[in-house]
């Protein structure tokens, strides 16, 4: 297989020998340094006397300042949000519509964002457009089929959460802005591990949960707000969003102007002081194996699962275009059959509609693999 697959990551995580875990897309092991900076964290809280402004605002700007590396922006641009669903509903509060307009979204998106849209529909009058493909079509021919005057705001991923699909997002920004359309983007299942060139796509906002592939703890995501849009309105007033809060003596002198750039879209108790640690240590690892070389190394691996899994019989259930690190695969037996094999050999996939989806991430092994195939064999 190239790249060569040592094993040496692994041991960054409290992953058992037996056991292969390709569910990433659903939920990533915490690396240990990260389990050890949330007992640090914890710490600190169960002593409250010990926290600084380190804790508060500077520990928080270092998290900002990783993701906004790995975006290739400036730590303005980002805003700190508890969920994918809190910067969608940040970017829905701040987009317009109406009668006669469409939001597009592609067919079986994920929920956070199907509901963000039907509530955005809901208030301002537009209706949906959700987008299928056909099999052997692609996601992006398909989006771009469907994108015309009509369509005010285009919400697409740019890998399909099921099964892997890919969206062109370059091309699908390039037709969006043709009929000034916004563009809105849910980058959960892909960002960190896979290039994305914000500068050419130039979204209006970016959505990526912290604890799949960056790798960080639940309930620390990020939004990415375009420039044009980083004088609107948040989802809620807080107290530390405000310009100078870091001075605690002074906040009942209200102050109406927020701090600089995104960060006035920034979740209350953004400092999440047991956590924000954390999240920087996944942040620095995908910094330090740096997006391209991830990619690359994970689209040896399910390259390998693919062509196995093929020779097995298996279809693939991602079209003709999918991304390097996840791969879907129609299950031919119930997904029930199917989940008591996978539990006998100890390999943890996800069941994402009738496809078995599998992702692994840089702690994957060989061994790993043959024991998924081991798995799949039996399937068949
Ligand atoms: C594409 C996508 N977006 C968002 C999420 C998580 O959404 P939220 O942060 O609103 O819980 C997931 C989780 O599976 C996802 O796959």
Redesign the pocket.
Known sequence: MTPAMPDDYRGLFDLPDDLAYFNC??VAPLPRAARREIAAGAMRHAQPWSLTNTQWIDDVEERRSLFAALAGVGGDAIALV?????G?ATAARNLDAGPGRFVLVPAD??P??VYTWRSFAARTGCSILTVGRDPDQDWTAAVLAAIDERVAVVAV?NVH?TDGALFDLEAIAAAARDVGARLVI?A??SFGVMPLDLAAVRPDFL?A?GY?WLLGPYGL?YLYVAEDHRHGVPLEENWIQRLGSEDFARLVEYEDRYRPGARRYDMGQRSAFELTRAASVGLRLIAEWETAAISERLGAVTGRIEAAAKGLGLATTSGPLRCPHILGLALPVPASVAAAVFARHNVHVGFRGPAVRIAPHMYTTEADVERLLGALAELV
């Open positions: 897309a659903s508890p969920a994918a669903s809190y969608l998106d994920f956070s964002d991923p959460w849910d959960s299942q959505v949960v799949k995501s």
